[in-house]
């Protein structure tokens, strides 16, 4: 069973949401330390965080960045703050996804179940054995190993969210792994918005269009940070695609 770490000052909302996390068979537990979370979350060991913006001592976005120092399990905001900034915040803090307050409980379950299904259910990238590669004109490596995609030398390692290029490595959130995944395994073609937003939301209709850019604008940051700053291209009205120019040519080293 899947557990569930709430962290939400109100008492009252959240022992409806660990009812509720319970009611569909998962394991929660409601923070209560609020001025150092963080032994109580590593001791509890969740697969998904669901988090308020407002705290006491600290704010949401705060705990985010904490989190994923450690992890990149999903995060789940949750807030009375409706304004498209505070989800941007939200987004560009590490966060997943954000509902706002009052809660539509079904609508909670149904992004809850989304995003377990993507980290480990369903959707999640399947782990296997490195066996042969396959190069195609592109120059692009399908590793057999489905955990692993590789264009031009740069490396997706699916299974723990990390890129690598010339022995670089930067860690990835899960969502920026989708991204990077997607947009990597068709080199040199456009890979639409419509596209992104399905592979990293199942509810497309409740995510602004946005978030997308956010994810984007984060994971450009991350290749820049090993040395790739241009290579994800915008095709303005259409979509996003990966320079077929080998990868770090005329870039300086």
């Not at 557990?3 to 923070?31: C, N, W």
């Not at 959130?173 to 399905?198: D, F, H, W, Y």
């Not at 602004?208 to 850019?213: S, W």
Request: net charge negative; with cysteine.
């Amino acid at each position: 069973m899947y557990r569930v770490f709430i962290i939400e000052d109100d008492m009252k909302i959240a022992s409806i949401l660990k009812s509720k996390m319970e009611q569909y068979g998962y394991i929660s537990e409601t923070a209560t330390q609020f001025q150092e979370l963080m032994p109580e979350l590593l001791a509890f060991d969740p697969q998904l965080v669901l988090l308020d913006i407002n705290l006491p001592y600290f704010d949401g976005y705060y705990w985010c960045r904490q989190i994923r120092t450690r992890s990149s399990l999903p995060i789940i905001f949750i807030s009375a703050r409706s304004g498209e900034m505070d989800q941007v915040m939200a987004i560009e803090n590490g966060g997943d996804d954000y509902i706002t307050k009052p809660i539509q409980l079904e609508l909670l379950m149904a992004k809850v179940r989304s995003s377990l299904r993507r980290a480990y259910g369903e959707y999640a990238p399947m782990i296997g054995n490195v066996t042969t590669e396959q190069s195609n004109s592109d120059g692009y490596e399908n590793r057999q190993d489905s955990s692993v995609l590789s264009v031009h030398g740069l490396t997706l390692f699916m299974s723990r969210n990390e890129l690598e290029w010339e022995k670089r490595r930067v860690e990835l959130t899960k969502n920026e792994g989708l991204l990077a995944e997607c947009i990597m395994r068709k080199p040199g073609q456009i890979v639409s918005r419509e596209q992104l937003l399905e592979a990293l939301w199942d509810d497309v209709q409740f995510v602004d269009d946005n978030t997308l850019t956010v994810n984007v604008t984060r994971l450009r940051k991350k290749l820049e940070e090993i040395g790739l700053p241009k290579i994800i291209e915008t095709i303005r009205g259409q979509g996003y695609k990966l320079s077929t120019v080998p990868l770090g040519e005329g870039e300086e080293k």
